[in-house]
Each structure stands twice: as C-alpha cells, then as structure tokens.
C-alpha cells in the first residue's frame, strides 16, 4: 500500500524566511511519481511539480526548489524568502503509474504554512 | 482561461433535499475525478470516469452518484445530503499516458453547506 506522511501539520515564519515542508512517502513500486500542490485559502488545489522515480536531480522554480531523495523516501519542497502569498495548505501526493484509466493520488495530510508579514 | 470550472462555488441545500454539483473543463481530458474534502483533511476520492467509462471508490456511500453526459462536463449529484456530507467538493481532471501518472488539474471546489 502506498502512504504519504507530513509530518508538520502547521509551520509559522516572518516573510523573508526560508522554510522547508518536508514530505516521506512509502511504496512497493519501483516506478512512481510524486506531486506537490498548493491550496491557498480559496480552496483550489493548484499543481506544482511532478517528479518521476528515475529523476532524483533537484529542481528549483523561482523561489520554489524540491529536493527528491530516493535514498531516503523524501520528497522536500523548500520555499525561499517566503512571501505572505505563500500562506496556504500545502499537499504532497504519490501516484503509481500503468494505469490507463486515470491516475490515483494518495495524499499527505497538508502543511499549513502561515507566512507573516 | 479557465480551465476547469466548478458551478456554484457555493451551494447551501437542506437535510435531506437533493443537490447536484456541476464541472466543467475546457481541456478535452479523458478522466474526470470527483474528490469530497473536509476541514483540515486530505482530499478523499469519491469516483471517477475515463470518458464515459465510470470508477466507483470501493467506500464511496451510495448517496453519492455521478454522471457525464459528455467530455466537458461532469455532474456530482448527492441524492439525501446528511449534515456528514458538508464539505468541499473538488473536480479534476487528467489525461492519461501510458507508462506514466498523469497530471491532475484542479477546479476551484464547490463548498457545500447542509443545514
């Protein structure tokens, strides 16, 4: 079975401040791909990245960067000098792949990150 | 540009009083999901169609169904809402690839309320 765990359920930081979400996942595949999406307030859950289990380079957008650690079954996402827009619950999910009828995402929890002015 | 579209954004009905939620989406994607999210929770799967194919979840409740008359759009109907069934309705969608996971893009929810 595949399990998704955040282990914070709730960061506060001063803007400007880099803070990191960190993400641990569990599966018996050898070919997955991992997600992280962001639910500000409003509600919608908007896509960030996907990342393949053969991709370990780390990857960075802007002041967005996640590090993908196969080693240890992590998939972090860093946010650097943090804005009060970052506010939002943030989502790490797993998916299998050879599905052809759809993808199935098993959620974390979500890290509710409060960024203050 | 939206892409995914969820009518209403929010939706009051009564105990008991049918409701039906609607999606819509502009990207010509095969799959179409309906998840059900309650405060400070994960979204939780309900069902989904790959075109006019239909996935029910194993502990979706009966009182949940679901239609999709055609590509763009997709119904969530909820036929005795309970006060247990108020929550965050989200829709999204994906097109699927073999030897990968698809992306799923996200309409903005309908927020339910039961009174």
């Known amino acids: 079975a595949q399990k998704v765990t955040q282990a914070q359920t709730e960061i506060s930081v001063v803007e400007k401040e880099d803070v990191t979400l960190d993400c641990v996942y569990e599966t018996r595949d050898t070919t997955y791909y991992l997600f992280w999406y962001k639910q500000p307030p409003s509600g919608e859950l908007v896509f960030l990245i996907r990342r393949n289990s053969f991709d370990e380079q780390n990857e960075i957008s802007g002041r967005y960067s996640w590090n993908f650690q196969k080693s240890t079954s992590s998939f972090n996402f860093t946010i650097t000098a943090s804005q009060v827009v970052d506010s939002a619950v943030y989502f790490c999910a797993l998916s299998e792949v050879g599905r052809t009828s759809g993808s199935r995402l098993t959620f974390g929890e979500g890290t509710q990150l409060t960024v203050n002015p | 540009d939206a892409m995914v579209i969820q009518n209403p954004r929010y939706q009051v009905t009564q105990f008991g009083k049918p409701v039906t939620l609607s999606c819509s989406q502009t990207l010509n994607h095969n799959v179409m999901y309906w998840y059900q999210q309650k405060s400070s929770q994960a979204p939780k799967l309900l069902f989904h169609y790959y075109d006019k194919d239909f996935n029910n979840e194993a502990d979706t409740p009966d009182n949940f169904q679901s239609r999709r008359p055609n590509t763009s759009f997709c119904f969530l109907d909820i036929r005795s809402p309970g006060l247990g069934d108020a929550a965050m309705y989200l829709c999204?969608?994906?097109?699927?690839?073999?030897?990968?996971?698809?992306?799923?893009?996200f309409g903005p929810g309908t927020r339910l309320t039961v009174l």
């Open positions: 999204a969608t994906s097109r699927p690839f073999l030897g990968r996971a698809d992306t799923q893009y």
